[in-house]
Every structure is written in structure tokens, then in C-alpha cells.
């Protein structure tokens, strides 16, 4: 989600942990249409994102720590601790997003080292989320930037942005469902090839603190759009990432997509199942080449129009469950119903009550990902 004001431009069952033997670690352009194993229709991930740690962060990667708003009771934010377990409890969510802004772990400082106190904050969040069972992401929701300056690109050196990772990562090495969201939609990134070779610091440096197993999403270019993920040339750019041993396991990409007149997520209709212009196209490449995708951000408004599409994305990707692990809607936490993405929750004493969305299409209990694609 590219700001709080603006909105998002473009953007369990257990899952296998071994890459695919058909990845042969060079690029693969198949041929002929790879259709989807007998075994998928199931999603393996679904949930969505608990925002507030990220308030006051701008698409240039500003993120004044003052700014931000814990989506938690204890500090005067909405009951996102009650948000999560309505979610896990009522609709059978297992997987949670929790951005937050990098200035706000390190009291913007441009560094790699946390600030103790604003750490503390955020562990809350994540250790409730752990609490009950759940995938948690934790997203560093920066665009690839710090105050403006890209990353590795002019920006913060590779090393410092690994040290953030390495103390991040040290900290929940033994949470097996702890997932590592490495930066939220990077965009208009010079070098790709070069952006690649930061994001592989950042994985080996997760690795290196003894996080071994759990999974990392890999973020391209173009606000990880889903649509130009491979023709944008993050898929071929990031497909060379490896883990210590040299392995891919667990090693996912970051997609975003959605389904307004512009694919920025600002409007309240949606015009697009995206399954043509998107998804068909990713998960033959994610198919030939032998890896999986995650959809972090998806959504729209609460609206008929909306329902309809976003059902139909999602029950594309359920028929694709072999490559796309599943989807995270956008956004509850610490936005106000009124919100045009809002997935808020509302509560009338201990009965939580979901938006029409959520209800309808998000919901592992709604049935869309056993419902027709057109």
C-alpha cells in the first residue's frame, strides 16, 4: 500500500517447502500452456493486512516515525490484537501482514539497528498474531527507499539494509511461521539487476542469523504489479536469488494487484478480474520455471462491482494453488470504515461484524475459490 492518503498503486494447510525439480536455476520460456496439477483449488495462504505501524509513510520511502499509529488498543489505535483473532476465528484466516515503516523500528535513523522501545511496539503486534497460529509478514513498507534515496541505488548501502534484516531476523529465527516481507512495492528502480543484488544481501543476511526455513518474499519492480512481473523483468532478475546452500526453497515472490479502472487501488469499483492481463500470464512463467508467488496486497471497495471481480481473481488463483500460494486483502488495522478499501471489522460488544468484501470474497468461509472465474 503506497500511502495512507493516496492509496496502493498496482499493486492453513501446509504448503510444500521444496522448489520444484523443474527449476533448473536458468530462466525457462516454455513453449506450450503447463496446466495446473489435479491436486490445486485450495490456497494454501489467505488473509490480510493489519496497517498502522506504515501510517505516515510516502511513496518516496519518508516514513516519520511520529506518524506512525499502532493498530493496538495499549496505544490508543483500533483493537487490531481483535481484529486478527475475529479473523482467525469467524472467517478462517491464517495469514496476517503487518507493515510497518523503517524509520519506525530504527526512530528514523538510517541505520540497521532497531530502536528498542519502537521494536517493542511492533512485537506486540507480531507476537499476537503469532499467538494464534498464524503466518505472520512482517513488511518493511519503504518502496525500496529511505527519506527519498533508493536503496543500493544511491540511497542506504546494501550492508546497512542487511543489518536490518540480520537484527529483525535474529530476533524471530525459531518462529517457523514468521514470513519476511523484504520491502513493500518497490517502484521506478534504475537497475533491477542491481535491486536484486540487494534484496539477495537481505535474504542471505536473514539466512546467516539462523533463519533458515521460513519463507521470504522477493519484491520486483513496478510496485510488484502482478501484470508486469515478468515482462518488467523482475520475475528473470530475482529468479536468481538463492539461499546459503545455493537452494530456492521458500524463497516466493511479492505480487500486488488490483482491480480498479487504474490498478491503483483508489477507487471504490472495480472494472477487472485481472486474470488475462495478470494472472494467466504469471502462473505459466511461475509453472515453467518451478516457482510460487504470494498476492500480499489485493482488494477493492465494497461494492457489487468489486465482489464479483475480486471472486473471480480468487478463484483463478485457487485453480492455480500449485503456484500461487494465496492472497492478503488490503487493509484492516487501523483504518476507519469509511475508508474506500476498508476491511475493517465493526464490533457491537464480543460480535464482530466483516465488510460486504470480505464477507462476500475474501473469507476462506465465503466459498470463492470454489466459484466460477468469468
Not at 17 to 40: F, M, W
Not at 242 to 252: A, Q, W
Request: proline share 4%.
Amino acid at each position: 500500500m503506497f500511502s495512507i492518503v493516496i492509496g496502493a498503486l498496482f499493486g492453513l494447510v501446509a504448503f510444500s517447502t521444496a522448489t520444484p525439480a523443474s527449476d533448473s536455476g536458468a530462466v525457462q520460456n516454455c513453449k506450450k500452456t503447463l496446466p495446473p496439477p489435479s491436486s490445486a483449488g485450495k490456497l494454501s495462504h489467505t488473509g490480510i493486512n493489519i496497517a498502522g505501524f506504515d501510517f505516515g509513510c510516502g511513496t518516496d520511502g519518508t516514513c516519520k516515525a511520529a506518524a506512525a499509529w499502532p493498530p493496538l488498543t495499549q496505544f490508543y489505535g483500533n483493537d487490531g490484537a481483535g481484529q486478527i483473532k475475529h479473523f482467525v476465528k469467524n472467517d478462517r484466516f491464517n495469514t496476517f501482514r503487518l507493515p510497518v515503516g523503517w524509520q519506525f523500528l530504527t526512530n528514523n535513523l538510517k541505520s540497521g539497528v532497531l530502536s528498542s522501545a519502537n521494536f517493542a511496539k511492533y512485537d506486540a503486534l507480531v507476537q499476537t498474531c503469532l499467538g494464534t497460529g498464524s503466518y505472520c509478514i512482517i513488511d518493511i513498507h519503504n518502496y525500496a527507499r529511505f527519506n527519498g534515496m533508493i536503496i543500493g541505488q544511491g540511497g542506504p548501502s546494501d550492508t546497512t539494509f542487511a543489518r536490518l534484516w540480520s537484527n529483525i531476523a535474529s530476533h524471530y529465527k525459531s518462529q517457523s511461521k514468521l514470513i519476511f516481507g523484504i520491502m513493500n512495492e518497490p517502484h521506478d528502480i534504475p537497475n533491477i539487476n542491481i535491486w536484486a543484488k540487494s534484496v539477495q544481501k537481505a535474504v542471505t543476511a536473514i539466512r546467516s542469523a539462523g533463519a533458515l526455513d521460513q519463507m521470504i518474499l522477493l519484491p520486483g519492480n513496478n510496485w510488484t504489479s502482478a501484470a508486469a512481473f515478468v515482462s518488467g523483468g523482475s520475475a528473470s532478475a530475482l529468479h536468481k536469488i538463492v539461499n546459503l546452500d545455493g537452494s530456492k526453497d521458500n524463497l516466493v515472490f511479492d505480487v500486488h494487484q488490483y482491480l480498479d479502472s487504474d490498478r491503483s487501488g483508489t477507487h471504490s469499483e472495480c472494472v477487472t478480474n485481472n486474470i488475462e492481463e495478470a494472472w494467466r500470464p504469471l502462473t505459466q512463467w511461475l509453472r515453467c520455471n518451478g516457482r510460487r508467488a504470494l498476492n500480499s496486497e489485493t482488494g477493492g471497495g465494497n461494492t457489487a462491482s468489486c465482489a464479483t471481480f475480486l471472486c473471480q481473481q480468487i478463484a483463478f488463483q485457487a485453480r492455480n494453488s500449485d503456484v500461487i500460494l494465496g492472497y492478503v486483502g488490503w487493509a484492516a488495522g487501523n483504518f476507519g470504515t469509511k475508508y474506500v478499501l476498508s476491511e475493517v471489522p465493526t464490533t457491537n460488544g464480543t460480535v464482530w461484524t466483516d465488510t460486504t468484501l470480505v464477507r462476500r470474497c475474501l473469507s476462506p468461509k465465503s466459498g470463492s475459490q470454489r466459484g466460477p472465474i468469468s
